[in-house]
């Protein structure tokens, strides 16, 4: 194989690597009524188990493990993250009780803290700074990818009757395809050199102590413009997803749920698969005339979100809402692909494992951690007294209005950005010289 088909088939992999990861995480709230009724839950606790459970353990764990990840091998650490925390997912599938579901959500989350780093390090020694944002932007397809396959799984396994789901076997099932994929890109992907696109091979590239690489991510200003733009944007997004499921069987329970589930698969896999595309595309050619585009693309989409997340709740029907969230979902996926490249670029070559686990704490313990748990317990406080559309509607518009901090976020990206590009441009320059000194 050749190394421009390799590098692409490496990327394809791990993007389907990255689409488990979601499927995962998708796949709660889809079943989030069936697990709610069978486990007897509140709309609190479905939240804390879609969100804050996954969320504490997934951005903790990462950071070591992306500390490791910048020393040894990835595609050792990204086979036994993938295998890890699928074979969490299928132990979902024999929970009990709130507390077992909860500790299996915990190992789910442990597994998966491993896969982004380690993925978004490869990927950024397969391709250069031009590059790297339209790359993670494919990379970022497996979000939309994920979520579309979580949809289409649960409704080709649902059985015949959508009152009666047995949710638990599509746990399972999942569990053991993931462990069967963990064995793939174990015998499959080939560890490349650290900083290959970056540095000139022979180039000695210095290690950071795990206190050194956090305090220095944490001194650049983008970066972390960069991390509270995409956390309070994904925010409104994992909240959405997490109770979408159950908002529209409220708002019409004579829609066939099997036909809602493949709809709503294939505009995930499309409008959003469009949208982290275009996104990544847009950004790498604007880019190229003025670097402020990383900044001014994730603005834009947030400004349009913000209308739009919150005419779907208000739609009298799922037809309307299903029209709404096609464009919703379009303009959410704009923004990953800047954001992946920010991460990676800005961040020293010998940190960017922990540049991208950093940047997913702050991201998953805001969005992950935060949006699910915050719209579960907004819908208790709003359900007293009121139907429960009523209340779902009204924490869902709160919600939306998380996505005028991102939108302020992305500015300040936007506005800084080019100081922080430049002295990372100067900083891999003068690791070289010292190298050929």
Request: charge should be positive.
């Amino acid at each position: 194989m050749s190394k421009s088909n390799y590098r692409k088939f490496s990327l394809f992999l791990l993007t389907v690597v990255y689409g488990f990861n979601f499927i995962d995480r998708q796949i709660v709230g889809i079943l989030a009524p069936f697990i709610q009724e069978d486990l007897n839950l509140s709309n609190s606790q479905l939240g804390l188990l879609i969100g804050l459970a996954f969320a504490a353990f997934y951005t903790l764990i990462a950071i070591p493990i992306a500390w490791l990840a910048d020393r040894f091998n990835r595609v050792n650490i990204l086979s036994i993250s993938l295998a890890t925390w699928s074979a969490f997912t299928a132990l979902t599938g024999i929970a009990g009780s709130f507390l077992q579901i909860g500790i299996a959500r915990m190992g789910v989350g442990i597994g998966e803290a491993g896969g982004s780093p380690s993925s978004h390090s490869i990927i950024s020694d397969l391709y250069g700074k031009e590059e790297r944002a339209g790359a993670l932007g494919i990379y970022s397809m497996g979000i939309p990818i994920g979520i579309m396959a979580a949809y289409f799984v649960t409704a080709s396994l649902i059985g015949e009757s959508s009152e009666q789901v047995d949710w638990r076997r599509i746990f399972v099932v999942l569990g053991g395809v993931g462990i069967g994929l963990a064995g793939v890109v174990k015998l499959v992907l080939r560890e490349p050199r650290r900083g290959g696109r970056d540095v000139s091979e022979g180039a000695i590239i210095p290690k950071s102590s795990f206190k050194n690489s956090i305090k220095t991510l944490l001194r650049i200003p983008t970066w972390w413009a960069m991390c509270l733009g995409i956390g309070f944007g994904s925010f409104v997004s994992y909240a959405f997803s997490a109770f979408q499921t159950k908002y529209l069987r409220i708002l019409d329970p004579a829609f066939d749920f099997q036909t809602l589930l493949i709809l709503l698969g294939i505009i995930n896999g499309t409008t959003y698969v469009a949208g982290a595309y275009f996104g990544a595309r847009i950004t790498d050619k604007w880019g190229l005339s003025d670097i402020r585009a990383y900044g001014w693309v994730p603005a834009i989409a947030i400004l349009v979100c913000l209308p739009i997340g919150v005419g779907s709740i208000w739609v009298a029907s799922i037809a309307a809402h299903l029209v709404f969230v096609t464009f919703f979902l379009f303009f959410l996926g704009l923004y990953l692909g800047p954001c992946f490249a920010i991460a990676q670029t800005l961040a020293p070559i010998n940190m960017r494992a922990m540049s991208t686990a950093l940047f997913f704490f702050i991201l998953n313990m805001i969005a992950l951690g935060g949006g699910p748990t915050f719209t579960g317990w907004l819908i208790d406080v709003f359900h007293t007294g009121n139907t429960e559309l009523y209340a779902m509607r009204q924490a869902l518009t709160a919600t939306c209005l998380f996505f005028i901090p991102s939108l302020i976020s992305f500015l300040v990206v936007a506005k800084v950005l080019p100081r922080d590009w430049s002295i990372a441009e100067h900083r891999n320059r003068d690791i070289e010289t010292l190298s050929n000194q």
